[in-house]
């Protein structure tokens, strides 16, 4: 809804048609809402079998996911180089949560990974690449208004969210949902506020990226806000957080992987043309795409 509505001011409250021909084109919109929601449920599924910090890691294989998707069935062209800095990513992921695994799996008896956790984990990660590479091709289509494209993926997603949440929540009353969030202090209302509102705006630059460049690109992204929440954490909260060799180690990967993958790009090939005052006894020009 937030979306929805930053996506609305942005486009001085201008709607797209209504005509019943643009709403049938539109209903492309509806399939990554779908999956979305889908993925929504399982992560919560997962986070009930394994702690947060296991599942993300789980997860974190979608970036290589993405860039198989983008090599093999997209055709595009990607490097070794780059799927090894894809990989560094991953791992970075790994490396920066290992001190809470560890921690968490120190005490005795602590519970192993489920396998319903890493099936769910695959499934998860397959449907995100899926939905968010199928967004991309959305957004990167020529002739469409880019505020447009916006407008009904929030929107299909605000009525796929409020359906899904009117079938789980049949027999529950509003004071079920809400829970004991209007007991809360003034401070902590205004920060979930506030994380609602920014989480919006996230979610528009995310868009904004998928426009522009692709889903690698914001999976690094979100892992170096990741890396600098950390820091900033470990600097506001020290008695929660500590900068640990873990997370020194994992911004290393990361940078490595996030410099593999924009500076070991496949060279542009390079196109032979004659240009038409050029003679037979001169060469051909060469020029690169």
Known sequence: VIKLVFTLFRSKFSFPSFRSDNLKQSMKYLLPSLLYAVNNNIYFAGLILVPPP????LCSFRTVVTASIYKFFLKREVTTMQFVGAFLIVLSIA??????????????????????AFLLAAIASINSVCAAIYTESLFKKEGENFLDQQFWLYFYGMFVASGVHVITFTGSSLNVVMGNLPDAATLVQVL????????GVGGLVVAAILKKLDN?????????????????????FPEKFQFTIYIFLAMCLLFTGIYLYETRKAKPKAII???????DDKLPLVTTS
């Open 54 to 57: 296991v599942w993300l890691i």
């Open 95 to 116: 490396v920066a949560k290992a001190g809470d695994i560890l921690h968490a799996t120190s005490g005795p008896g602590s519970p192993s990974i489920p396998p319903a």
């Open 216 to 236: 690698i690109v914001k999976e690094y992204s979100g892992a170096t806000a990741n890396m600098f929440t950390a820091v900033c954490c470990s600097f506001l």
């Open 192 to 199: 979930l506020v506030a994380a609602l509102i920014f989480g």
């Open 273 to 279: 043309s004659i240009s038409p005052d050029a003679s």
